[in-house]
């Protein structure tokens, strides 16, 4: 479903490798019906689809680094979401979103854009990566390798430190000027030495970023519903260890892997650590001087970690077929 007027929505992922965005209307049938947006980039008949699900309050824009990175790769296509309730899609009802639902949401997505084979490398972040798993419990049969990137099972609850709350609360109310705001979110994202290094002759990192998180940090289109559901799923997430292992089972001989940043401050790296235990044949990968947003951080290191998944995913499904 392409949508009149679409071209203008706000995005800053790479215009020149776009092959396709739209509006998907999902959970037909289903109670507070609503419509997913999504952008393809690359090759819409690619053999290697690549899935990127972002984390709590952040837009598709999030991944730009990696779309514009495998969205020029031959025989790849990239597909990036505005999760429910944030960016370019809708909110619907006020409500508790759960990562189940969310999970079910990426389904009729993907199920609308007919992908449907065994072609799929998924990625998710932190809230992504919980989607994520109940999304490898919806459609294994779909998946040649899965990545799960600062993120947790939730079978233990870590409260959040005061500060991340109260970052929370200055994004809720869009209280006080857009640099204390923003630099408060870096802070909780990022290392303090990444953030202090000069890019140039009097320019750091956190200046750097200003600029970048500018261009879809005050999105009008964030309304609070949307803010609080999602909240609520990161909140009360929990994948069961039964189901852990279900997944780890029903996907294979698919790559499996669990990604963190050891200088993560909002997810510990003991939960990546955890979550990999419960989930045989999985491989942990911890990435250092890393905050939690590993992907805007490390760009290249990154990307080259995700061009080694998706290889030993398909390699996978080779030895499989000899």
Known sequence: MQSKGLSTFPTI?????????GLCPINRG???PRNLYYEI???????????????LLLTCSAWSEQVAHFGKKPDHA??????????NSDCGPWGIYRTTEMAQDIKDLLDHLGWTD???????????????QNLCL??????????FVSTRCGSVFDLPS???????????RRKGPYERRVDQLFELLYPDNYLNELVSPGKTRRDELRNYFRTWFDNPQFPLAGIIGQFCAVTFHHCSDSDLRRIAEEVYPAKIAVICGNRDQLIPPMRSSELSSKMYGSELVLMQNAGHLIGTQITDQFNQLMERIIREGNQAFETKKQ
């Open 13 to 21: 992922l790479d215009p020149t490798t776009c092959a396709k965005k």
């Open 30 to 32: 289903r109670e507070q």
């Open 41 to 55: 980039h690359g090759d819409l008949a690619a053999s290697n689809r690549i899935v990127l699900i972002m984390g």
């Open 78 to 87: 990239v597909l990036a979401i505005d999760n429910r309730g944030i960016g």
């Open 118 to 132: 065994r072609s799929l490398h998924l990625f998710g972040v932190s809230l992504g990566g919980m989607q994520l």
């Open 138 to 147: 919806l459609i294994p049969e779909r998946i040649k390798s899965t990545s």
């Open 162 to 172: 005061m500060r991340a709350i109260a970052t929370l609360l200055d994004i809720i």
